[in-house]
C-alpha cells in the first residue's frame, strides 16, 4: 500500500508580484571566496549548485573547468576540495542524486546536457552520457551565443505536491525516463524555462516536457528550494534581478508561465556586472540561516581586480517566504490519500480519509495525457476503480474539488 501525504503548497505560496531590494545592502556585503579557488583570479565564472546533503558549492566555468568547494561549520569557512577541466561551455551545474559521484551541466556551445561521473576525491571527472536539445523531439532552436546557460534538477516529489502541468499535453506530469524527477533549463533567448525528461543511462533519450514563460525577456541560471517549493531564475538583462516562482502555471497570452512570487534586484559589483550564476540552501523551517552565492562572468583579459572578484557569499540571506504558512496550510488542508494496491491489477482504491470534505470528481490519464477513467464522486470515502481494461504502465490520477485539484499516480501491471 502507498500513502501519500499531499500538503498544498499552492495555497500558500501565492504569486505576491513585488519586488525587493536585496538583503544584503551592496556587492561588498558579501564575502568574497574567489580567493579559495584560485589566487590570481577566475575567468567565465557561469552557474552555481549548492549540495544540502554534503555541504559543497559546485561553480562551472564557460572556459571549461568545474571546482568544488567544501564548507566546513566549524571554521565557517570553505575550502576547495576539486578543480578538474571539462568540455568547454558549460554555463550550469545541477546534480539530480545528491550521493551519486556525478553531476549534469548545461553546455552553451553545443545545446547539450551532459553527465559527468568522478572520483570521490574528484581527482578523475569523465563525461559519461549526453542529451542534444537541438534533435527532436525538443523543439529548442540553434539561436547562436543566446543558448541554455542555466540548469535545475527538481524531483518528482515537488512536482506531484505543486501539480506541475506540462506545456505539451496541459496535464500533470512526472519523469517517465527513470531520472525520478525533471531537468529544467534556463535560457537566454526569450527568458523561458525548457524543461526535459531525461533517461540518465542513454544518450539522447529524453521527451520534451514544456517551454514556460517567465518575467523577463532573458534567463541565466536556476536553483531550487525544496522546502519551500519555490524555484529561483536569475536574469541578468539591465538590472540583475532575481526571480522566485512556484512549479505551478497559468496561461498567458497562449503560453505557459511559471506563478511569480517575488522578485528581487541584485547587488550590483563596481566594473563587470554580468552575474551569471545563483544557489541558495533552503529558507525553512524558520531559524535556518539562509544562505545565497552569486558569480559574474569575466573574461580573462580584465583586469586583477574583477577576476579574483568573482564569487560571493551572502549569508545570511533573508528572503520574505513565511515558513510558518507552511505548518498553517498542512493542519488546514492536508489529507492522507491512500492509493492501493499499487501496482494494481483489476482495481485501483483510492482512499479519501475526511469523509466530510470530500472531492468532486477524478479522472485518470495515461502518459500520453489521454483521458481513460472519469466519475463523480459519491458520498463513500473509499473509491473502488475498475482498471482492467486499461494497459500496463503508469498512470495519473486527478482528484477536482472546486477550483482546486491534486494528481496522484498507480501503476497498472
Known amino acids: 500500500m502507498k500513502t501519500i501525504r499531499i500538503i498544498l503548497l499552492l495555497a500558500i505560496i501565492q504569486p505576491v508580484f513585488s519586488q525587493n531590494n536585496w538583503p544584503a545592502a551592496a556587492w561588498s556585503s ?11 583570479g577566475i575567468d567565465e565564472a557561469s552557474g552555481l549548485y549548492w549540495n544540502k546533503d554534503t555541504n559543497r558549492l559546485y561553480l562551472v566555468q ?40 556525478a553531476f549534469y551541466t548545461i553546455d552553451e556551445n553545443n545545446y547539450e546536457i551532459r553527465k559527468y561521473t568522478h572520483t570521490s576525491d574528484f581527482g578523475t571527472v569523465t563525461q559519461a552520457k549526453s542529451w542534444d536539445l537541438l534533435q527532436s523531439p525538443s523543439t529548442m532552436t540553434d539561436t547562436g ?4 546557460e542555466g540548469i535545475c534538477f527538481i524531483a518528482d516529489a515537488f512536482l506531484t505536491q505543486a501539480n506541475f502541468i506540462s506545456q505539451t499535453t496541459g496535464l500533470p506530469y512526472i519523469s517517465q525516463k527513470g531520472m525520478g524527477g525533471l531537468l529544467f533549463i534556463a535560457h537566454q533567448n526569450g527568458g523561458y524555462v525548457w524543461v526535459f525528461d531525461v ?32 524555484l529561483y531564475i536569475l536574469h541578468n538583462t539591465g538590472d540583475n534581478t532575481l526571480e522566485a516562482v512556484t512549479l505551478a502555471s497559468t496561461i498567458v497570452s497562449s503560453e505557459r508561465k511559471l506563478n511569480m512570487n517575488t522578485e528581487y534586484f541584485l547587488p550590483t559589483p563596481s566594473g563587470n556586472t554580468n552575474i551569471e550564476g545563483f544557489a541558495i540552501t533552503e529558507n525553512c523551517p524558520s531559524g535556518n540561516t539562509v544562505s545565497a552565492w552569486v558569480c559574474r562572468d569575466a573574461s580573462s583579459s580584465e583586469s586583477s ?13 533573508t528572503s520574505n517566504f513565511d515558513c510558518s504558512s507552511l505548518s498553517t496550510a498542512q493542519n488546514q488542508y492536508d489529507q ?25 470528481s477524478f479522472s485518470i490519464y495515461n502518459t500520453l495525457g489521454q483521458r481513460v477513467i472519469q466519475a463523480n464522486i459519491s458520498t463513500s470515502n473509499d473509491l473502488t476503480v475498475d482498471t482492467s481494461s486499461l494497459l500496463n504502465g503508469l498512470y495519473f490520477i486527478q482528484i477536482k474539488k472546486e477550483t482546486t485539484s491534486e494528481t496522484l499516480q498507480f501503476i497498472k501491471n
Open 145 to 148: 551565443n543566446t543558448g541554455p
Open 62 to 101: 564557460n572556459s571549461g573547468r568545474v571546482r568544488v568547494l567544501q564548507y566546513n561549520s566549524g571554521t565557517n569557512s570553505f575550502s576547495q576540495i576539486g578543480n578538474k577541466s571539462i568540455s568547454g561551455g558549460p554555463e550550469g551545474i545541477t546534480m539530480a542524486n545528491t550521493a551519486e559521484s
Open 199 to 230: 533517461n540518465p543511462n542513454v544518450t539522447n533519450d529524453f521527451a520534451f516536457v514544456g517551454k514556460y514563460k517567465t518575467n523577463r525577456t532573458e534567463s541565466c541560471d536556476l536553483s531550487f528550494d525544496g522546502s519551500t517549493g519555490l
Open 30 to 40: 558579501g564575502i568574497n571566496l574567489t580567493a579559495t579557488m584560485s589566487s590570481s
Open 305 to 317: 581586480s574583477i577576476l579574483t572578484d568573482a564569487l560571493r557569499w551572502f549569508s545570511p540571506f
Open 336 to 360: 492522507i490519500i491512500t492509493v492501493y494496491p499499487n501496482p494494481a491489477t483489476d482495481f485501483v482504491v483510492i482512499n479519501l480519509s475526511n469523509e466530510q470534505d470530500l472531492p468532486d
